[in-house]
């Protein structure tokens, strides 16, 4: 590189335009690369992992179109994917030799076609894919097997744990089983550690952005987590915004639900329930025995109105209060956001942690002030990280980003060292 | 979690104050743990990664302290780590037993005491430490070896390749290699696709901040990133604010240095090279064949004060025309930032990417420009992340921050699946 290259294309002589330089060559275009070269891996092939995926729905859908057309990588381990099982709660599809994209289009627009009421029902009980056992039992004898997880079950802990047990990694989207009661939870990072295989699950938290491996890279380290503060829901994050616009509370959620930004009831999101499920996860990954009970909930809106048969005609009675809050938070310069709060004081040998979520009105100059739609946030303060909290920010919600983290713990999980010795022979054979 | 609990805390009755219900709980504690249980993983002793550190410079003396000090780790797998080699410029250290923070600590003040002027002097060839392949020899008999390269020397992509062979993990701090010539470059990841081994450096960009590791997981997961825009440099990100506030150019730069903030020659932060180096990792991430020469780099000075033989008077000359053109931005409402900006247009087949570096006038609503101090920021805009682009920002900078990346990679490329057979065995003793 050469620095004064670029004072030669811009003769402007002693003293020149520094700023207005940079802006100048805004339209120049340096680099133009007709064909991508290809790192070659001689006399290696890819290796593969092997993905048993459960659920197809908005996350498993997309999970499964993204793991089926991946394209060629061009650096960094040579791993390929190969989508071997679908289980969907009724019935599944499994075949060693791999489904191709237009399979799995196949398996996901029947199970849409056929799947009917089953669809919007929330998904209450472990997945009991046929023959369960043998399913593993098959999936492990593959190279690098993978169990990815895309539904909304409850009691998947056992699942996990009977995959691990087996020699097979977990990946999942699903939250219930880590905020479990943590004697059942702490029983699949036991089979994890008893087997040495992964169990990730960085798309519990904030969707595709990376928030659980950031985390616990800070908490290996040794840094010193001291509070984190989140904006998690999109739903709510939206409304927020259009209540800050001057839109009533009923039409705001009424908007949401109709743009089909809430769940089928918004008193699900309304209650705040599935942020203070990311908060139970975040906490524990500070090694804090939090249990969901623990966390202080506040409902973006009363309580009352969430327990009212018609919760719409409850929402217009608080109109007004909503309105007349927003104003008072315009004249103070303050912005409505819903947010967890995990702070945490002391030492290791006694700490304190509270975990709060729950509306609360932030000054314009904090992180969060400045979210609109569905913009997820997390800011991480740390004894390193003191002055300056480490925050991610971006889109916290939807299928495509959800799924790339999903498929990102995969990469993750087999680009660790190889689970085969071919590895070892690669070296025998060079040396 | 009964969301029902908070409202019976708060009887606040019907149409209660939501935004005020938050902040009145503000002090409540909720959690209160004296003793974090720990998860027992029984029968398996903890896998054990073997490091050997080259360099022990601020980030190397940082990342021996760190690895020789963790807490334990209560969750996730169970992983320790040794540290059995250092190695410095002039002669190293090695044990089989592993050196404890003590051990360490004398070796890493011997060197300050004892290197003089080798200390501040750049390292700039490849570090042959005493017996190399010697070394490497006996630390690839040992269980998941890795070898961190804190050194900033140039070269080393030959020490890596041979480490990598050998079937040594590798994890670099040091930027030198991955911006070498491609085919250069393209050798390491060629050696460990050969040997399934990992190749790691998260820190070589942003510090502890995740942003390499982000981008890998957008880009394998087949992701199309329209544009990078990054804040990186933490010593022009200050200077940068100093002359908003109306600090003299030829002051801020002064301060600068008097606080540690620049190299010892300002000349090298000034120049951009460091940033542009960042930005190849970058693009080169993406798949881009990109050289160094191939970046546009405006520095942050221009040219001319860079090359004079006395660079404070020669910043003096240019007080006045930056003093004038903050003052216009200013007027404008933008802030200058030093920025790194990858863009991408077209197709796999047949794209275009240019990649600037240089001063650059933000408004007030873009992402850089509320950033303060040493504060990085790097913002990805992908076809996933379109409206709402993944931000991630933060300190990017500090012996501290950089270290914890490092041993982050380490832990990643541990926790993949077991180089040793001891997980299958596990699973047979189970079943």
Known sequence: MQPSRDSSRDPGGPKSDVVATAERSKSDVIATVETPKFV??????PRCGHLFVLGAGVVGAEVLAQATSLPPIERGPALDLKVVGVARRRGGAYDVRG?????????????????????VAPSTNAIDFPARSTQLEALARLSDPVLVDCTAADGMEAVYEEALLRGIHVVTANKKALVARRDLTDRIFAAAAKTGRSFRYEATVGAGLPVI?????????????????????????????????????????????????????????????????????????????LELEHVTLTP??????????????????????????????????????????????????????????????????????TLDGPTALVAFTTERYGSSPLVVRGAGAGGAVTASAVLSDVFLTLSGAPVSSRGARGVAASS
Chains 1, 2 share one sequence.
Do not use: W
């Not at 070659?40 to 092939?45: I, L, Q, S």
């Not at 489904?99 to 669809?119: K, L, N, P, Q, Y």
């Not at 938070?329 to 709060?356: D, F």
């Open 40 to 45: 070659p891996v001689p006399g290696v092939p």
């Open 213 to 289: 491996g950031t985390l616990q890279g800070l908490v290996r380290t040794g840094d010193r987590v001291k509070s984190i503060e989140c904006a998690l829901s999109g739903t709510l994050g939206y409304i927020a915004n259009e209540l800050s616009k001057g839109v009533p509370l009923s039409v705001a959620v009424a908007t949401a639900k109709s743009l089909g930004y809430t769940e089928p009831d918004p008193r699900e999101d309304l209650a705040g329930t599935d942020v203070a499920r990311k908060a139970v996860i975040l906490a524990r990954e500070l090694g804090i025995p």
């Open 99 to 119: 489904f191709d994209r237009a399979a799995v289009a196949h398996i996901v627009s029947e199970r849409r076609a056929t799947a009917g009421s089953d669809e």
């Open 300 to 369: 973006f809106v009363p309580q009352e109105a969430l327990d009212a048969p018609d919760l719409e005609a409850a929402l217009v009675g608080y109109d007004a209060t909503f309105a007349a809050r927003m104003a008072e938070l315009r004249t103070r310069g303050e912005r409505l956001v819903y947010l967890a709060r995990i702070s945490v004081e002391g030492t290791r040998a006694a700490y304190r942690c509270e975990v709060k979520v729950g509306p609360v009105a932030v000054p314009q100059d904090h992180p969060a002030a």
